[in-house]
């Protein structure tokens, strides 16, 4: 008699926790092909906005994590910030570094000392309007120093002549095609010939235009630099640069090293990249309430079929998992096909920015936060209407319509 009341006991718990099987929710998506297609692309839409923002953001960290070298300092204007355009220092410290600071790294004699002229200015391409832009005059002693450059077309600039980084034509609102070797640009009252086009493994400098120091100066009618670039040798002390640059109090100078001064961008821009995440909280949310929407249309339309599934023994429990399996493979499925259109269509694509121009970058972090949401908006997106449509008597679910 015992064990008769103990399997009845477990049998009572197996039918109280007995869920639907899986294959009805897929069943269920494909019997409203058009509520489960609009469904699909509205969370497809929401969440590759979600991509968008997300690769913004990744673009945006990558970029200012590539330019630094942890080998090379700059030496610039004391109280300059992080505001590199503003700083002026003398011609003749390019003499002084090398000749006072040891631990510099050197080949053949020739140590890895770069003076360079940047600025922010007017630049004219084509016809199109002038668009600010940004120009380093530098030595060919810039290659010695700036190490992930490489030329992809033409040549280093001589006389008249200038070399665009590869994302230089985004900045500067124009067309590769206006912007490629042979062709013209203006700046500070001249014409210029671009004689190549470089990269620099994604950093800040390939959103640049580099032209001959000596040129640049003439153009502005400036004897002035505004840093110094070096690199240290593996020996090389940072300190001794430092220590030079805070002796020197007739030159005005502070060096830095090149990581830390993109480390400090970086924090200048977290009120941006925090914005940017406000974003995908908003878009997220938009999409959760459309989802919602969806969802509810769907739910009050079965209302008499869930009725029925709690007549012959299924416990709402059951069916509110049943429900939330339907909204996550929808979801999951507009994740991914939401991942494919973003690597295809939005990873790589350049954008303007204060500091240059970068590249979206839809890598596996931003994947696996694009899905993440999609997944959360499917997953939070069926659990409120399912409650509201099971709460219903089940005569009176069983009588609707």
Not at 122 to 129: D, F, L, Y
Request: net charge neutral; charged share 20%; proline share 3%.
């Amino acid at each position: 008699m015992a064990a008769h009341d103990s399997n009845y006991g477990l049998s009572n718990l197996s039918i109280l926790f007995r869920l639907l099987p899986w294959e009805y929710a897929i069943r269920n998506l494909f019997r409203r092909p058009l509520r489960t297609g609009l469904t699909f692309a509205g969370l497809t839409l929401v969440i590759v906005l979600v991509f968008v923002v997300v690769g913004f953001i990744r673009g945006l960290e990558r970029s200012l994590a590539v330019s630094g070298d942890s080998q090379t300092a700059i030496v610039f204007s004391l109280g300059m910030g992080e505001n590199l355009e503003y700083s002026s220092i003398p011609m003749r410290t390019n003499d002084l570094v090398p000749a006072s600071v040891a631990g510099i790294k050197e080949h053949f004699g020739q140590k890895f000392v770069s003076p360079e002229l940047y600025l922010g200015t007017q630049v004219s391409v084509g016809k199109r309007e002038p668009s600010m832009g940004l120009v380093r005059g530098v030595t060919r002693s810039a290659l010695l120093v700036r190490r992930q450059l490489e030329i992809e077309e033409g040549a280093w600039p001589n006389s008249g002549e200038v070399m665009l980084g590869r994302m230089a034509a985004t900045k500067l609102g124009a067309e590769d095609s206006e912007t490629g070797v042979g062709q013209m640009i203006e700046f500070e009252g001249r014409k210029w010939r671009i004689s190549g086009v470089f990269s620099a493994g994604g950093a800040a400098f390939e959103s640049e235009a580099w032209c001959r120091l000596d040129e640049l100066q003439q153009a502005m009618k400036r004897q002035d630099l505004s840093i110094v670039a070096v690199t240290l040798a593996p020996d090389g002390e940072f300190a001794d640069l430092d220590l030079f640059c805070k002796e020197r109090l007739d030159l005005e100078l502070q060096a830095i090293r090149e990581t830390e001064y993109y480390a400090s961008l970086q924090k200048d821009y977290a009120p941006v990249r925090w914005l940017a995440w406000l974003v995908v909280l908003l878009v997220s949310g938009a999409g959760v309430f459309a989802g919602l929407n969806t969802m509810y249309g769907s739910v009050v339309g079965r209302i008499p079929e869930l009725s029925t599934l709690q007549t012959i023994g299924f416990v709402r429990r059951s069916i509110v998992v049943s429900l939330i399996q339907e909204g996550i493979l929808l979801a999951a499925a507009a994740s991914l096909f939401a991942a494919v259109i973003a690597l295809f269509l939005v990873n790589g694509v350049s954008v303007r920015f204060t500091m240059g121009a970068f590249s979206l970058r839809i890598d596996n972090v931003a994947i696996l936060i694009g899905c993440g949401v999609g997944l959360l908006l499917g997953f939070f997106g069926a659990i409120p209407p399912a409650i509201r449509a099971l709460r219903m008597p089940i005569v009176e679910g069983l009588k609707a319509v």
